[in-house]
Nanobody, 124 residues
Framework: QLQLVESGGGLVQPGGSLRLACAASGFALRSHTVTWFRQAPGKEREGVASISNANNSTEYADSVKGRFTISRDNAKNTVYLQMDGLKPEDTAVYSC?????????????????WGQGTQVTVSS
């Protein structure tokens, strides 16, 4: 069964950190570009960070540059999103997606596989 499963979400205070994981089963994540998306209540889905399958080049949304880091561990078939300096506006459901496109992308339609998402809540 081909699937992506996210983990690592939760409740954190402003300024805190979380590390999200996107684990793949049934296919090799190393051959895919992986993108983290998020969607807050009442807002459209937005791309947050993307890492390519070609040379691990990355792209970040302006709102998270300098605070979030995307990386991959091919041995674990997993992509991570390290989130530091979290703000209340980072509260959302975070989902990972995988594409065979060979560059970082925030175009949701290019992704073939999607996870179910994990909730991140930043609140004091």
């Amino acid at each position: 069964q081909l699937q992506l499963v996210e983990s690592g979400g939760g409740l954190v205070q402003p300024g805190g950190s979380l590390r999200l994981a996107c684990a793949a089963s049934g296919f090799a994540l190393r051959s895919h570009t992986v993108t983290w998306f998020r969607q807050a209540p009442g807002k459209e889905r937005e791309g947050v960070a993307s890492i390519s399958n070609a040379n691990n080049s990355t792209e970040y949304a302006d709102s998270v540059k300098g605070r979030f880091t995307i990386s991959r561990d091919n041995a674990k078939n997993t992509v991570y999103l390290q989130m530091d300096g979290l703000k209340p506006e980072d509260t959302a459901v975070y989902s990972c997606a995988a594409s065979t496109i060979r560059f970082p992308t925030f175009l949701a339609a290019l992704n073939h596989y999607w996870g179910q998402g994990t909730q991140v809540t930043v609140s004091s």
